[in-house]
């Protein structure tokens, strides 16, 4: 693979669900903006290429029961960091696109183009019901609204050509008209007419990751099984980048990864896993990550405790993936789409 992309899940205080109780801070600053930029710099500091916020309108079910919005944390980011992608999951079930394309462009202006979107299925009927929309459960409805979601978003994207402002102060025409374009999208739950009120974003179009059934709309397909051999099976993708989802627990000074996590599990039993799990050595993680470089584009790692698994990245396993080549850190000064290899993309409404 031409790229291999780092990128962490930086939600609360870890993937399991006491997670907090190792954290390096105390309950009540959790949700603090302190909390929120430290681990994120020492995301950035590690190197790796991106930072994903995971979200949603219902609360966390376990742990800390509360999160900022996810869009405003990367946001929130964007000013004091100058590398790290910024990922949000915005769900697309029941959110306005229209809103959801002005958020995420905002946030590529922001970070200066190192903005991603992950698009997210909800299949809680809490969160219809939090919305105070009609409850969608049926899986061909939630594969519509994603669809929908992503094309009105893209097309919000280009509705503003790259050099349609002007800024005429002397004959006072700022915007050519002509290079604005109407979306016209009509689906079956919602039509859009557009154009977007924010121009098109730095990098044209934002990073947009989704799941394997997203592949032909995406840039990113997330790949989330826990057997290895099949999440590395290259007949089971089409083409696009792929990132292997990981969760991790490393052996630190003080315990193994086995006593780590029977300790927390005292507290709160961890899930059954949904994606690939690591438990082990840092050398052992290195090697594991080597190995999948061979055959995926990317990995998006799930510490089991974020305060105790992301220093052991830092100090132990990224600069072993960057010695050996495996991995880049990001350049100073460019976009994401660059950090993945990915070109920026035409407008779809450009004359040719």
């Not at 609360?59 to 990367?74: C, E, F, L």
């Not at 097309?155 to 025409?173: C, H, K, P, T």
């Not at 989704?210 to 099949?230: K, M, N, P, S």
Request: glycine share 8%.
């Amino acid at each position: 693979m031409s790229v291999f992309a780092l990128g962490i899940e930086l939600d609360g205080a870890g993937r399991h669900p006491a997670a907090w109780r190792r954290a390096n801070h105390t309950p009540t600053e959790s949700l603090s903006a302190k909390t929120l930029l430290k681990k994120v710099c020492a995301a950035e500091n590690a190197g790796f290429t991106l930072a994903t916020f995971d979200d949603s309108i219902l609360p966390p079910s376990d742990g800390i029961r509360g999160r900022v919005d996810a869009v405003n944390r990367a946001s929130f980011v964007a000013a004091t960091t100058s590398t790290i992608g910024l990922v949000p999951v915005v769900e697309t079930t029941y959110a306005e696109p229209f809103h959801t394309s002005s958020q995420l462009a905002t946030l590529d202006y922001a970070s200066r183009g190192r903005g991603g979107w992950i698009a997210a299925r909800v299949g809680d009927p809490a969160a219809g019901r939090a919305w105070g929309r009609p409850i969608v459960t049926a899986q061909a409805e939630l594969d519509r609204e994603q669809h929908d979601s992503i094309e009105v978003v893209r097309r919000l994207w280009d509705s503003w050509e790259d050099d349609v402002v002007i800024r005429d102060y002397a004959r006072g025409r700022f915007l050519d008209r002509d290079k604005l374009h109407y979306v016209d999208f009509e689906g079956e739950t919602f039509t859009v007419k557009g154009p977007a009120i924010v121009s098109r974003p730095p990098q044209g179009q934002l990073v947009v990751f989704g799941t394997e059934a997203d592949r032909d709309q995406v840039d990113v397909v997330l790949i989330a099984d826990t057997d290895r051999d099949t999440a590395i099976d290259p007949a089971n993708r089409g083409g696009g980048l792929t990132f292997i989802e990981i969760d991790v627990t490393l052996d630190t000074p003080h315990a193994s990864a086995a006593e780590r996590l029977a300790a927390l599990n005292q507290y709160e039993q961890a899930p059954n896993p949904s994606r690939l799990e690591y438990r082990g050595t840092t050398s052992g993680f290195v090697e594991l990550l080597t190995e999948l470089a061979v055959h995926a584009d990317g990995v998006r790692l799930f510490p089991t405790v974020i305060d105790e698994d992301l220093p052991a990245l830092a100090r132990y396993v990224l600069p072993a993936l960057f010695r050996s080549g495996v991995a880049h850190r990001p350049v100073p000064g460019s976009r994401l789409r660059d950090s993945l290899g990915l070109a920026r993309p035409v407008n779809r409404y450009s004359k040719v």
